[in-house]
């Protein structure tokens, strides 16, 4: 008769009864079922990327690696792969530094029109992507654009916006820091506001001037909250669908196809699954990596911040 | 032990998920619609209940305000739903591919039925319109006007044209693509409505920034999807002579970049540069007719009921401004005004191969396309585009297409040649959509050197798009 490593018999355990000898299982049940929900359709994705399933015919066979030799001998997947980067990479710096500087603003200020302003910033929060992007495209409209009539103002006539290559990238980018600034700076005042007072108040003794106490200690201690703002807005940014399809459909010709995009596009426009699935595993696999070193550089943050560590 | 177990447990659940997928089968019960005998009773299927998806439009519109009539006279409950169209083909796509029955009767156009008709997710219509059990004697098939009718009907065969095989669909309006124009401001600039292809460009350069800034001559669409090539666009192509794909070898072959192709593209890239939307690429059916009705921009190319709807009066701007022309014919071609052609788009609805209730799916699709409410959605509830020839004959429709300057006359004579001038085949939607790109690379950039470098490796995308296509 031996022991577990509680130290109770396990004659003693037989004991229990049924409803309490259940009731790990049950704690754990939804996080299994999750998990399994999770799980289930990922590996369905995986296997269907060796296929040729599609909604058009009723059967699908493997195909091996061709929708993978297909993908990554294609101009397409090497044009998404560069739009979501520089869409991800772009518009998350600036939401972040923008964020930053507009959070600090309205810290020191402390009045109140910095209580009014923390108000109004959050609305941009509050509207469906796809409604604000509508909006930004009523309001860039060359005819009825009231962006347009203020560019007039300064001789600017007919700026094409998302009608050109030139600058599709750039109005999307802006369309997302509109709506997407605002989650930044929430999180970032957030985390200003639970800064000890303490080192600012020595600092301030000592003379350091607002670059110094900006530089070694808002930063530093700021730092975990600007990791958890990067992750989120990161990875939303690489996985951008409802902007770019609500303003342009990915055009002018291919100029804003990201991964999701042309992922819809096959999948469920041209109903191509078996070629659409590796642009989304692709996808997938650039965010969960970028994901893991953005969780490990804010842990290391953390301590940092926390003194625990050099 | 018990890991083991509990990580093979997870693995059979997994795997049955996954290889479940691949022999699934459709999970509607058999319904033969010619074993239906005895007289026909609309409330055959009382007490029975459907569900409906419609895409956003005034067709769905008219239905909708008569579902309650529906229900009265036949005793089936409908479950009505629309969505923007924007959308609403990727949803039904999924929809029908999941084969659950969830939804009875949808709309679609007759592109868009080829697929489904190749993937065996629509139910084929002749066995139901024949059987007088089943179909009221009023209801009248020969009544639609036969090119729109025929336009739903294929043998599934790539590359064979319509007009043959089965009946996919029953038509709920149609469209041709003719010019829509603004005669006050065409008047104010001393033009006259254009009638050829090189009148409809100089006009339209003529009138860039007509107005002041934004304005500008014709608005067409521009989207990156299959909505750009099918209506004025198409319609050129063809009169210009023009063809998308042909039948070689038993191969679908691809002849964008035909010599009639490259010269009407360098026309319409020129056409669109200099007299279209300065954001051209953005434009949609919607975006055109709000510019059109707004007084932005003097002259529309799209379906007729786009211009027409703009014209009502309260509806824009510009309403009792607007006037209707035709399909604007290329002199520099040879081509005339016999040679006039106007691609066909119709809407219409069709029945889920998987519906679990298709008696009662076809009492709906009988009732809302039955010539009683196809004169009433014709002449009171917006649908111009009338499917029924009883109706578009009649004194109640010409009257109220009266205030609409040259509709009648215009949508009368293009109707004539008007058909579809795609080729039928499943990747419609795909080839398209990669033409609507190239078209848009050639306006907005300077990627290609000429026409003809873009339309050979468009072709080429084609080819390779239909390459698993055999032509019997």
């Not at chain 1, 930044?184 to 607002?210: N, R, Y």
């Not at chain 2, 177990?5 to 999970?27: C, D, H, P």
């Not at chain 2, 519906?355 to 002449?379: C, D, I, R, V």
Request: net charge neutral; with cysteine; proline share 4%.
């Amino acid at each position: 008769m031996g022991n577990n490593n509680l130290g109770i018999k396990k004659v003693d355990l037989n004991k229990v009864p049924f409803k309490v000898r259940v009731r790990p299982y049950l704690i754990v049940a939804p996080s299994l079922i999750i998990t399994i929900g999770i799980m289930v359709p990922f590996v369905m994705a995986i296997w269907f990327s060796f296929t040729n399933y599609s909604f058009q015919f009723p059967t699908h066979r493997f195909v091996g690696l061709d929708n993978w030799v297909n993908m990554l001998t294609s101009r397409e997947f090497w044009n998404a792969l560069k739009i979501s980067l520089l869409y991800g990479l772009f518009s998350t710096a600036i939401e972040i530094l923008l964020g930053l500087g507009i959070a600090l603003l309205l810290n020191s200020l402390n009045n109140w029109l910095s209580k009014v302003l923390r108000v109004l910033l959050v609305f941009p929060l509050m509207v469906a992507p796809v409604t604000a992007t509508i909006v930004w495209q009523l309001m860039l409209n060359s005819s009825v654009g009231i962006v347009e009539k203020l560019f007039n103002l300064f001789g600017l006539y007919n700026f094409p916006w998302a009608a050109s290559p030139d600058t599709a990238l750039m109005t999307v980018i802006m369309i997302d820091v509109w709506i997407n600034t605002s989650f930044v700076i929430l999180l970032v005042l957030a985390g200003l506001q639970s800064l000890p007072k303490s080192p600012f108040e020595s600092a301030k003794i000592d003379g350091g001037s607002a670059w110094f106490n900006f530089k070694n200690l808002t930063l530093p201690m700021l730092k975990p909250s600007l990791y958890i703002a990067l992750l989120f807005r990161l990875m939303a940014a690489l996985q951008e669908y409802a902007v770019i399809f609500a303003l342009t459909k990915g055009g002018p010709g291919d100029t804003l196809m990201s991964l999701s995009l042309t992922s819809y596009q096959k999948g469920f426009t041209f109903q191509k699954f078996g070629s659409a699935i590796p642009y989304i595993l692709v996808l997938w696999l650039i965010i969960n990596v970028l994901a893991k070193w953005i969780v490990k550089r804010q842990r290391i943050a953390q301590k940092q911040a926390s003194g625990l560590e050099g | 032990m018990k890991k083991i177990l509990v990580v093979l447990m997870i693995l059979v659940v997994l795997m049955t998920g996954v290889f479940a997928q691949g022999s699934k089968e459709a999970a509607s019960e058999k319904f033969d619609p010619s074993a239906v005998k005895g007289n026909f009773d609309w409330k055959m299927y009382d007490g029975s209940e459907i569900t409906v998806l419609f895409s956003d439009h005034t067709y769905a519109s008219a239905v909708e305000a008569k579902l309650k009539d529906f229900t009265d006279k036949t005793g089936i409950k409908v479950n009505y739903s629309s969505m923007p169209e924007g959308n609403y083909f990727e949803k039904l796509n999924v929809e029908l591919a999941s084969r659950s029955g969830s939804i009875d009767v949808f709309m679609t156009g007759a592109y868009q039925s080829w697929g489904y008709a190749t993937a065996g997710n629509v139910e084929p219509l002749e066995n139901y319109i024949n059987n007088a059990s089943l179909t009221d004697k009023s209801w009248n098939y020969s009544d639609f006007i036969p090119g729109v009718i025929d336009a739903l009907k294929w043998d599934l065969k790539p590359g064979h044209p319509v007009g043959k095989g089965s009946q996919w669909a029953l038509p709920m309006g149609w469209e041709v693509n003719i010019l829509t124009y603004n005669k006050k401001v065409l008047a104010d600039k001393g033009l006259n409505p254009p009638k050829t292809a090189e009148e409809l460009l100089s006009v339209a350069k003529a009138l860039k920034e007509f107005g002041g800034s934004g304005t500008y001559g014709l608005a067409v669409r521009g989207l990156p999807d299959w909505g750009t090539i099918h209506p004025a666009y198409m319609s050129l192509y063809s009169t210009w002579g023009a063809k998308d794909f042909e039948v070689v070898n038993g191969k679908l072959v691809s002849r964008v970049n035909s010599p009639e192709a490259v010269a009407m593209t360098e026309y319409w890239v020129d056409l669109v540069k200099n007299g279209g939307a300065p954001q051209w690429a953005s434009y949609g059916w919607e975006l055109c007719g709000a510019d059109l009705g707004a007084g932005k921009a003097a002259m529309m190319w799209d379906a007729d009921r786009g211009g027409y709807t703009q014209n009502v009066k309260g509806a824009s701007a510009q309403a009792g401004n607007l006037a209707f022309g035709m399909v604007p014919y290329p002199v520099s071609a040879g081509k005339t005004e016999a040679d006039m052609k106007s691609n066909l788009w119709v809407w219409s609805m069709a029945m889920n191969s998987a519906s679990n209730k298709k008696g009662p799916a076809w009492q709906f699709m009988q009732y809302f396309t039955s010539p009683e409410f196809m004169l009433w959605s014709g002449t009171e509830g917006s649908c111009t585009d009338t499917p029924r020839t009883s109706v578009l004959t009649s004194q109640a429709y010409r009257n109220s297409v009266a205030d609409a300057e040259g509709y009648y006359e215009a949508f009368s004579k293009v109707s004539k040649d008007a058909s579809i001038f795609f080729t039928a085949q499943p990747y419609f939607v795909e080839t398209t959509t990669e033409w609507a790109k190239v078209l848009q690379e050639l306006v907005t950039t300077n990627k290609y050197p000429s026409v003809q470098v873009a339309m050979d490796r468009l072709k080429k995308t084609m080819d390779n798009i239909v390459a698993d296509l055999k032509v019997e």
